[in-house]
């Protein structure tokens, strides 16, 4: 019965899409760092083609609330859900019913607020990725991994060749990105377990074929060899070395330090097979999380805006906002400008998503109150448009 209430609700919002819309907006954040406001949108098709003073009578008048530019996550496992019995879900089902639970996931981050995700990567991601694309279904602008790359991947497993034939043919199937783990997860200590020879065949091949490449790396040895291997991202970096954030700085490499993924553990411990040392664990690793946020920020890297979401955060992903404002003391608008035009060059769409202004894409998002002055009004999401068409809002 609810699947079949989320497919009238779409069939409503197919419906009653419009060529043009106009705007009026009492704050506008244009994801560069400028703030408007009584700012008139004015929307044609799927882009915005003007932003300025008002000039006539609004389709929607949004003037109570402030606008910017949709919210990009970087880093989710969109096919990871929580079960009926609210355990931990990402590959036991029937894929019927993975597909059905990953498109769950899709339309409710969406309705948080986000209009564009990265997801790292399952192979059901594409099938999703492709019918939200055709239409069928609604849901935020998808780019997926398909897979995920280690040291034990390819046949023979491991060997370089092979390593990057799996490049070639993940590339084949679809992908948008490459996805490689060089060091373990945060439990088992974030050491290197890809050599730097592997990391830097993997990357150097995504770039070959034209993938970005992002990197899975707690540990400081794993990144840093990442980091020369011309990796596109480094995801997490809870241990990086200052002289590995100086390296990244000089080079141009996107960092992703992720904080809700530890606090959705812990928030949902039940739902998870963790047992108290590694509980222990992952409390433990928020601390340098936020530590490595302020030491990135003070070298003025590029830090983009992931989440790692997981069963228990799609559709709170804006949940890392609060996390990184109020915990790792970022500015409000450096977090907001990360989540926007950071993220948005980052992924390779800068000059498509992530600005709100003429010629771009008209995704955008609108909360009651201005993040800038509180930044818990990213959980107030009462507007979300993407590609001009409206998906929550009047």
Request: charged letters at 20%; hydrophobic letters at 45%; a neutral charge.
């Amino acid at each position: 019965m609810r699947f079949r209430i989320f497919l009238l609700a779409w069939a409503a919002l197919a419906a009653g899409a419009q060529t043009r819309i106009v705007l009026r907006a009492g704050a506008l954040l244009d994801g560069k760092g400028g703030v408007f406001h009584d700012r008139q949108i004015v929307i044609e098709g799927s882009r915005i083609v003007s932003v300025g003073a008002p000039t006539e009578k609004p389709t929607y008048d949004l003037a109570r609330l402030t606008i910017m530019p949709g919210w990009i996550d970087t880093h989710v496992h969109i096919n990871w859900h929580m079960d009926a019995n609210r355990k931990s879900v990402n590959s036991r089902e029937a894929p019927e019913l993975e597909a059905l639970y990953t498109a769950g996931d899709a339309w409710i981050t969406l309705q948080g607020g986000f209009t564009t995700v990265q997801s790292l990567g399952a192979a059901m991601d594409g099938v999703v990725r492709d019918r939200i694309n055709q239409g069928v279904i609604p849901g935020p602008r998808l780019l997926s991994s398909l897979r995920q790359i280690n040291a034990d991947s390819g046949q023979p497993r491991g060997d370089l060749a092979s390593l990057r034939a799996l490049v070639r043919k993940t590339k084949e199937e679809g992908a948008d990105v490459i996805k490689l783990f060089a060091t373990s997860g945060l439990g088992a200590g974030g050491g290197q377990t890809m050599t730097a020879e592997q990391i830097q065949a993997v990357c150097q091949e995504a770039k070959a074929v034209g993938l970005r490449s992002v990197v899975h790396a707690i540990g400081d040895a794993g990144a840093r060899a990442a980091v020369e291997a011309g990796c596109t991202s480094i995801e997490h970096g809870t241990f990086l070395s200052d002289a590995t954030l100086d390296l990244m700085a000089r080079l141009g490499t996107y960092f992703d330090p992720n904080l809700l993924v530890l606090h959705n553990y812990l928030d949902n411990r039940a739902s998870f097979s963790f047992n108290e040392r590694q509980l222990d664990i992952l409390e433990k690793g928020i601390a340098p999380t936020e530590d490595v946020l302020r030491r990135a920020r003070a070298r003025k890297l590029k830090i983009v805006f992931g989440t790692d979401a997981v069963a228990g955060s799609h559709g709170r992903n804006a949940e890392e906002f609060i996390y990184r404002v109020k915990d790792a003391g970022e500015k409000p608008m450096d977090a907001l400008i990360s989540a926007t035009s950071v993220s948005a060059e980052a992924l390779g769409l800068g000059n498509e998503i992530g600005t709100l202004a003429a010629g771009f894409q008209a995704d955008l998002v609108a909360t009651e109150g201005n993040p800038l002055d509180d930044i818990t009004a990213v959980r107030r999401v009462v507007f979300v448009m993407k590609g001009g068409r409206i998906y929550k809002g009047p």
